[in-house]
């Protein structure tokens, strides 16, 4: 079994880029609210304090592993004396019954960090796999999924490196990335047109312009402006995606959103956008199960 540096750095997806800032956070953050006031009363309590133990972090169903940074980061957190041996980089695609971590150190550390680590994994690994599952579904086209800003408050950093993990693209990490035009905002400016000419006037030379449409109508006024980089085009029918890809001739980029899913993200795909978004990759991925075995 391949034997893996264990630090935080070591462990992140080569092509998925999360800073060591964002993960020191997180860890404090989140053992923050599990130790509350008083720590681990239960393994104090029970534990003698110079006890060791050995442990094995186990992936129970195949999937894709994310979020082995921030497990590293907890146990260390709580004990560096804690020893870790990692047999997988976040990205990889697990069988079941994988051994994912070997860890031994200070068996109060290792016992009253074991739920924070595995929340982190458990939860960024389900993120991946079913990212994962989305891009399987789209070989062969040019097509990129893309996770959108429908993250749980606080852990937006890592469940879009989490997509990462799985293959997947990122989109905006935030308002202050691109401009992006939607239905009320249209509304409330007084039109498509209108909308696209102030938005052009503010944004600088490198912030580029999505417009959403719901209608191949106000996609055509998208063309004739001229003023966007991208249109995203809102729960369109597959028929509606392929007259909109045609009607927009490579002019400027198309992204697919609203309604997609695993069932029908292989026929978006063949349509010919350049993108299709969904929530779902954060929202609705359900966690991957991960287990600690204490094997002293």
């Given at each position: 079994?391949?034997?893996i ?9 080569p092509?998925?880029?999360?800073s060591?800032?964002a ?16 720590g ?5 309590a029970?534990i ?5 133990a ?13 979020g ?9 957190t ?36 074991e ?18 599952d ?12 893309c ?6 408050p ?20 935030g ?11 249209i509304?409330?400016?007084?039109g498509i ?11 600088g ?12 109508d ?7 402006c001229?003023?966007?980089?991208v249109v995203l085009?809102d729960?369109?029918?597959i028929a ?9 001739s ?5 992204e697919?959103s ?15 956008v ?6 779902a ?6 966690n991957l199960?991960?287990?600690l075995?204490?094997?002293?």
């Open positions: 079994m391949e034997r540096m264990t630090t935080p750095a070591s462990l992140l997806h092509d998925a880029f999360l060591p800032l993960i020191d956070e997180a860890v404090h953050r989140a053992l923050d609210e599990d130790l509350g006031r008083a681990d009363i239960t393994s104090m029970t003698p304090e110079t006890a060791k050995h442990a094995i972090l186990v992936a129970r169903q195949a999937g894709v592993i994310a082995l940074p921030l497990a590293v980061a907890t146990f260390r709580l004990s560096p004396d804690i020893r870790i041996e990692a047999h997988v980089r976040d990205g990889a695609a697990v069988a079941a019954g994988l051994h994912v971590l070997t860890i031994s150190g200070p068996a109060r550390a290792l016992l009253t960090a739920r924070t680590a595995l929340n982190f994994v458990g939860r960024l690994s389900g993120i991946a796999t079913l990212t994962a989305y891009v399987r579904r789209t070989e062969g086209t040019k097509m990129r999924i996770c959108t800003r429908k993250t749980t606080g852990l937006r950093a890592l469940e879009k490196y989490a997509v990462r993990c799985g293959g997947g693209f990122n989109h905006r990490f308002l202050d990335d691109a401009i992006l035009i939607k239905d009320n905002h509304a409330v400016a007084g047109r209108p909308v696209l000419e102030r938005a052009k006037g503010a944004a030379h490198l912030v580029k312009i999505e417009i959403e449409v719901d209608s191949l106000q996609l055509k006024e998208v063309l004739d001229g003023l966007a980089d085009i729960n369109f029918s509606q995606m392929k007259k909109a890809v045609a009607m927009a490579g002019s400027l980029v198309i697919a609203g309604g997609i899913t695993l069932d029908n993200i292989a026929a978006v795909a063949a349509t010919g350049d993108y299709a978004s969904s929530g990759l954060t929202h609705s991925a359900p199960d991960v287990a075995d204490i094997t002293i």
